[in-house]
Structures are given as C-alpha cells and as structure tokens.
C-alpha cells in the first residue's frame, strides 16, 4: 500500500500536479526550458511568477531592443522575487522587499485550475507615467479565478532607461515600448502551454499603459499579437504619450541630474550611456506644470533598424493605417485628482502666470499668442474667478480634460472617422461613503484616476483605504468585472443576453457612450462643451510631434 501511494506521488510530482512538499504545482515545458509554478490556495489559480521573457542589454548597449531571453535545462522556480526595472526616487508604491536590477524584463502567468484548452488571454501593462511601477503592482487574480481567461504581467524599461530618444544607433528610442511587443512575442510563442489561446489575445492596461496598449494598436510591428485592446485613463493622443521634441526633452532630463554643458549631441548621447542607473533615474519629472513626463515614447528615426512608431498618433489615426480592433476605451470623471496633491502650491502659481500650465503639445507663434490662449482657457474653466479653494472642482476638471479626457475622445473620434465602429466608450464615476471628498469642498466626490483599474482588479486597498465594503460596493465590482471579462471573452461589453443594459459603439459625435457609476446607463454627448473647446484649440496650435533631429552634431 505505501508502495503503491509512493507510485502516486511520484507521478503526481511528475505531472506537475502536487509538489512533494504538499504545495501544489504546475510544470510546463516552454521554449526556453521546463517552469513550474505553484498553486494560490486563496483564489484558487496558478501563479508563474519572474519568467524571463526577454533580456535588457547593458553597458553601453543600455538603449537598445531588448534581446531573446535565457534559455535553461533544469527546472525554473516561478516564485515571486517581486523584480522591478530600476526606477529613482519616485517609488512610493513599491513593496518593501524588492529586487530592482537591470536586466528586469520578467512576466508572470496567471492560470486557472482547470483542465480547459485555448482559454481567452488577457496581457495587462502596468501604469506609472513610464517611470515607475511593475507589472504586478495589481494583479489580475480574479480574472483568473472566474476560469474563463489566463492572465498575463510583465515589466517593461521605465524613464530614461526605456524611453530616452536621441535618435541614434545606440539610442533609437522606444526601447520600452519594444520590451512590450518582446513580451506580446513571448506570449504567442509560448501561452498555449499554459493552456492559453494565441490567437485570441486581449491587451490591456491602466495610466502611462493604457497609452501604451493605445500605442500598440497603431504601430507597424504588432500585427497578429493580439485582437482586443482595453485601454483604461490614457490614450496614444494624450499631452504625456508621446514626445513632441526628443532632443529638447533629453537636454531638459540632463539638466535634472547634472550641471554638465554638452557641446553637441555625441557628448550627450555618451553622458547618458555612461552614467549610473541611479544617476539615470534620479530626474523627478512628476510635478512637471505642462502634464509631460520628459521621458516617454516617441516618434522614431528611420535607422535601417525595427522601428516601433514611424508617425505620430494623429497622422497614424488620420490614415486609417492601422489595426482597428475591439476597443473598451474610457476615463474616469474625475482624473483630475491625479494632480490634487499639487493644489495647494500651484493654485498662486497658475493665477500669476497659467501660460505655464498649458499642455506641452501646443505650440505658439509668439509669447503674446501663447498668454491669450492661456488667458482663454483660464476663463473657459475659472471663469471671473481665480484658481482657488472655492473654485478646486474647476481645477479637477482642467487637468481630468488636459491630461487624459480629450486625447480619449479625440481619439475616438479619429478612429470612428477611420472606420473602427467596435469601440465601446465609458465615462467611469462610481464613488460612495468610503471615498474620500475632494478637498476644499462639501462632500463632493468622484472617480480618481485609474479607479475603475483598481475595482476589476485585485488589490485596489494597497491604494485606496477602505474600512468596509458594502452590498452595494461588492454588486459595483461584480458588474465590473463582469464587463471587463465578457469584452475579453467575446468583443463585446454587454452581450446578448446579459442583464446590463445594451451597449452599442460609440459614433464620432461621443455618443452613445456607458456611464459607470452607482448606476449603469447609456448616455449621449460626453463632454460636449469641453470636447469642443479643446478641438477648437488643438487644430490651431497642435504640432505633431517629430523623430529626433537627423543631425549627429547639434548644438545644445
């Protein structure tokens, strides 16, 4: 008898189905070698933690695509060694332990406990303005847990690391974005052995990854990769996706970490590839006043090699040239809050001078021109008033449209003009008793930036403090991620069949578009005022944004 139960383990070891040691486990052969991952008794899934997807390249080759990963003979241990891509002084989010090295571009399996086949497969990309955070800063557990997808995770190379753009050889630019389509490479190669279908891949992401999923869908060389695109608070269009002048931002980025003058642009390519990774992530570029990050994607030089974008978005949407797939495209209502925590000391600062705070993607013939755009735009949302403590909703409403609302719906708007009738537009503004008031005012609360990513995923109290959780909270999240699950399982939000209300397309005009709040129902006209305010403004002064200068000696 215990010679036949010794048989049984083994075989069970063997299958991957029990570890020895009693936690369940799973092994499967992929390309690169044998992985085992271990059982989440809590959700009920299979957790492959740190799979090396890709490799960076170091030393002086710090800049360039990512190469093919490592390849191994024995088992890998898919435990979670919570590796992070190195990132400066802006990681308040991270776990206390961590392990932030330079060759980070790992990805994580999320698979559920079942025996089922070609299961749907969602890729999540993490937010963080492109200089902070990982790819399991939240995690898609119970995605996982319903059985109906395997979930995807990765990180990607942030800041000046990922994505400085000086249009050269050794720093072509976009060497973030490239990790992500390495990683959409790695999945279609080996997600059937999780049990995942590679043709019926989804792409999602929140903040600085909701551009980057957005970015993805128009770039020449991710044709194939996936079907379904979710992008969620932030857009290809958006001020912060994209930079508008590569060689200005890389100058303005060197300025934040050194006193050094450079002659030409050899001197600063050469600064930038010999510094540390500290010194190269030590730029704070969070409280910038024209909503940038400096260090974001760009418009790349033609260089013989693979390039990522070729265009700006808004040429690139204008052409109709790219994949027009299934969109679930939306905002929160109140995005704005993102930049609450800066109220209190840039309220004098935009009354003395608002000039300042204009996005950076607009571009004036003169100062003068540049003040009574400010001064317009100024009236627009504060009307006689300043900016001030009675007048914080305003402000709330002015970066909410600067930074992610517009670029959503122009965005929109380009691509229903284009053709793409499958985007299903939503405004997210649900909140209740446990959210917190926006400072400054009466109870008054709303939907802050990326909550709806926080509610469909797990997690969201390492972000939001809740003390209790009510009936009504739990059905909001239970729709949610019902939702969420139905468009990676079929395209669409709402099926047929479903006890939500019916949700069709949204047409160029922003309508009809979902309003996710205490309530569910299909509205008409998002934004109007404001939207047409904006377009007006952005087809006088908007440049598109440029590959970097094509001369190697450039006086800085």
Known sequence: MCRFLGVVIALLCCQGIALCSGQESRLVEIAQGPVKGYKDTEYDIYTFYDIPYATAPTGLDRFKSPLPPPTWSKVFEAVDKVTICPQGNLMRFLPDVKTMQEDCLTASVYVPDTIQKHLPVVVYVHGGAYVMGWGNMVTPKNFVKSKKVIAVTFNYRLGAHGFLCLGTNDVPGNAGMKDQVALLRWVQKNIAKFGGDPNDVTIAGYSAGSASVDLLMISKITDNLFKRVIPESGANTAVFSVQVDPIQNAKEYAKLITTKKFEDLRDLEKFFKTITYDQLNSGDVMNRTDSSFLMV???????????FLDDSPVNIL?????????????????????????????????NDNFSDFLPIDLKFKSKMEKEQVAERVKRFYFGDKTVSKETVLAYVDYFTDVIFAYATIRSVKLQVEAGNDQIYLYEYSYYDDETPSVPYTNNVRGANHCSQTMFVL???NKFINRTSDSDAFKKHVKNMRKIWLDFMTTGKPVPEGSDLPKWPPVGANRSPYMSLGKTIELKSSLL???????????????????????????EL
């Open 528 to 554: 109007k005022e404001r939207t047409e305010f904006w377009d007006d403004i952005y087809e006088k002064y908007y440049p598109n944004p440029m590959p970097p200068t094509s001369l190697v000696h450039t």
């Open 318 to 350: 204008k052409s109709g040239n790219y994949k027009k797939v299934p969109m679930l495209y939306g905002f929160t209502d109140m995005e704005g809050l993102l930049r609450i925590e800066y109220f209190d000391t840039w309220k004098d600062l935009m």
């Open 297 to 307: 994607p760009c418009v790349e030089r033609d260089l013989g090699q693979e390039v």
């Open 458 to 460: 797990d997690g969201w």
